[in-house]
């Protein structure tokens, strides 16, 4: 009998993911827990294994589409076994709960006919609940073209070009958004809040290059463009002397090195953002329709570059509990996993507040976009010696050559105002330069 082949749920909070490459093609063999496929989910690309032993009898999603967790994606079987299509299951509906239920409330409250006319809306993603949320949708109005009659994104963006049309709006500048079917992106327009379709992007001149985008750059495209549309950014900079954190670098280098870690400056600017946020509980916070939310710990997000691929940004759970030296390892072990691929999906979300050190490559500062749903994010500059004025305890003024770094922190301006802003970030510089 044949066996299918299910999008299985990668973790405790995932809910989809998109076939990014099959290992198999049609007709091949393959053995019971032989790599089938890859799938990512928010950047980390995972390898899933064969169900069964048998041929790959048919591929039903193909490379590049986004699925629900449950969705039946392949079959396999007995060569020339009849697959038994009308037993295909419908996606397993997962909880979605903030999302969700807050675009019902609002659909329910928006909606023109009577309850006892309204269609069962089935499952619903947190995509297309958010947009229904932000756009005033009523999802009982819109025609769903996915499997078993599910609402997708693409379905929404339609409902918007023809209520659009309806109103008659102007033009404004084009954006970029993400369709539902795993196409790449297309240029949309933005009109009073709302996205509608636009006309496709001419072909490509003779001369030029099209690069083809990854499902980890679609990823990092449609997280920004939410980010920017959803959160007030704000960047305050300021910049720390470093000369006791490079004194004490030098000294434990090697003592850390015999335990096992490898003491690098990102482990400083962690524990001093750390400190900072028990300091300034608010800041380790999200931005909610009730209220603000203040998290209970601190789990510690630090963006690790994948060359030309992208930017992954793992997640120290509980960062708060570790000493210097446990961030010291956190952070290498995760960064480690990261470049490998080995990262699970779980490891790069529930992250509070994150940093990235955009100084690596020479940048001296820079206006990071807030992790969402985090408050803020803060940014390290590359450190560089510098002539400074230095005051010493008699008032007296002097030249010095001194390590220097820029820190930046974009915050969420619903959360924070500048002062408390510049209030946090004083903090993680004066825990710098008590090392």
């Not at 309806?166 to 327009?189: V, Y």
């Not at 495209?221 to 704000?234: L, N, P």
């Not at 300034?280 to 203040?294: C, D, L, M």
Request: proline letters at 7%; hydrophobic letters at 40%; glycine letters at 8%.
């Amino acid at each position: 009998m044949a066996t299918q082949v299910i999008m299985p749920q990668l973790g405790e909070s995932v809910v989809e993911g998109t076939v990014t490459k099959w290992l198999k093609q049609k007709g091949d063999p393959v053995q019971e827990m032989e790599a089938l496929l890859e799938v990512n989910t928010d950047k980390v690309d995972t390898e899933i294994p064969s169900p069964a032993s048998g041929v790959l009898l048919e591929i039903l999603i193909p490379e590049g589409t986004t699925v629900q967790a449950g969705t039946v994606i392949a079959w396999i079987g007995e060569p020339g076994e009849a697959i038994p299509l009308e037993e295909i299951p419908a996606p397993r509906q997962r909880d979605a709960q903030t999302e969700v239920t807050a675009a019902l409330t609002s659909t329910q409250t928006a909606a023109t006919k009577p309850p006892s006319q309204e269609a069962d809306l089935g499952f619903i993603s947190p995509v297309v609940a958010r947009m229904a949320q932000e756009h005033q949708i009523d999802l009982t109005q819109v025609r769903g073209s996915g499997q078993g009659g599910r609402i997708t994104k693409k379905d929404v963006l339609a409902y918007l070009e023809e209520r659009q049309k309806e109103l008659a709006l102007p033009e404004t500048r084009p954006i970029w958004e993400t369709p539902a079917d795993g196409d790449l992106f297309r240029p949309t327009e933005l009109v009073f809040g709302q996205a509608s379709t636009a006309t496709p992007p001419p072909p490509t001149p003779i001369g030029e290059q099209l690069i083809p985008l990854t499902a980890i750059r679609k990823a990092i495209a449609e997280h920004m463009i939410t980010s920017k549309r959803t959160a007030a950014h704000v960047t305050t900079v300021m910049e720390a002397d470093l000369s006791r954190v490079v004194a004490h670098r030098q000294a434990h280098q090697a003592e850390f090195a015999q335990q096992g870690a490898k003491l690098t400056y990102t482990a400083y600017f962690a524990a001093a953002a750390i400190a900072a946020l028990k300091a300034y509980p608010i800041v380790n916070s999200s931005f909610t329709a009730e209220g603000i939310r203040i998290h209970p710990h601190i789990n510690l997000g630090i963006a690790v570059s994948l060359g030309e691929e992208g930017l992954i940004v793992p997640v120290i759970k509980n960062a708060d509990s570790l000493s210097l030296l446990g961030l010291a390892r956190a952070i290498q072990d995760l960064a480690q996993r990261a470049r490998n691929r080995q990262l699970s999906p779980d490891a790069v979300r529930g992250g509070t507040f994150t940093i990235t050190n955009h100084g690596v490559s020479g940048s001296l500062f820079a206006t990071p976009i807030i992790n969402q749903p985090q408050c803020a994010i803060l940014g390290v500059g590359a450190i560089q010696k510098r002539v400074v004025v230095i005051e010493d305890e008699f008032g007296n003024d002097s030249l010095a050559i001194r390590p220097m770094v820029y820190l930046s922190l974009t915050f969420d301006h619903r959360i924070l105002d500048g002062a408390s802003a510049d209030a946090f970030l004083g903090e993680v510089v004066a825990e710098l330069e008590k090392f």
